[in-house]
């Protein structure tokens, strides 16, 4: 099967590229700063040195056998794959400043905000954008159901949350944003 490097055998790669369609690209300026140094990386970096050793492989001949060849045409593949959804994720990216809210005791994009459930669990995530946020870093995306159901409280507020064990109430006790240096 011969492809170009524009070509995928996934129908998943345009939902993947897209996105969620109906959702707003909220990022932090350090998450879109961490996104615009992958895609530069990969376009001036790493695409290059593939572009060279596949250029290498197919000057070797016989390309039906040629594992740099093969192996280097996949990467090729897999890094303009990333740089499409990169560019696209980017150019819907809305840049939202959690330290606008400095000193704020209500919850918005950004914020670390430390709760307690019903069992008094004490519990601490930060909310941030879908193309950021990493769960073992306790941070959640926006759009995720805890974070739908802190948006907008206060601290002292008790919120009901559903779960898949059914309605549990939780207390938000503080609610944190970076300053302007961090």
């Not at 905000?113 to 193309?131: A, H, M």
Request: hydrophobic share 35%.
């Amino acid at each position: 099967m011969n492809l170009s490097l524009n070509e995928s055998t996934d129908d998943e790669d345009e939902e993947l590229v897209e996105g969620p369609v109906s959702v707003r690209n909220y990022i932090t300026p350090e998450g879109y700063s961490n996104l615009r140094a992958e895609l530069f990386e990969l376009i001036d970096v790493e695409r290059p040195k593939v572009v060279e050793v596949v250029h290498w492989a197919a000057s070797n001949g016989d390309r039906s056998e040629n594992g740099d060849y093969i192996y280097g045409k996949r990467r090729l593949r897999e890094i303009d794959k990333r740089i499409r959804f990169l560019t696209k994720r980017l150019e819907i990216a809305v840049v939202s400043d959690p330290s606008i809210h400095f000193g704020g005791d209500q919850v918005f994009f950004g914020a670390k905000v430390t709760y307690i459930d019903d069992l008094g669990l004490e519990t601490t995530v930060t909310i941030l954008g879908i193309d950021e946020a990493d769960s073992l870093k306790k941070q959640v995306t926006w759009i995720s159901p805890i974070a739908k159901a802190l948006i907008q409280s206060r601290v002292g507020d008790v919120i009901k949350l559903q779960t898949p064990n059914g309605k549990k109430e939780i207390e938000v006790l503080t609610v944190l944003y970076p300053t302007k240096s961090e």
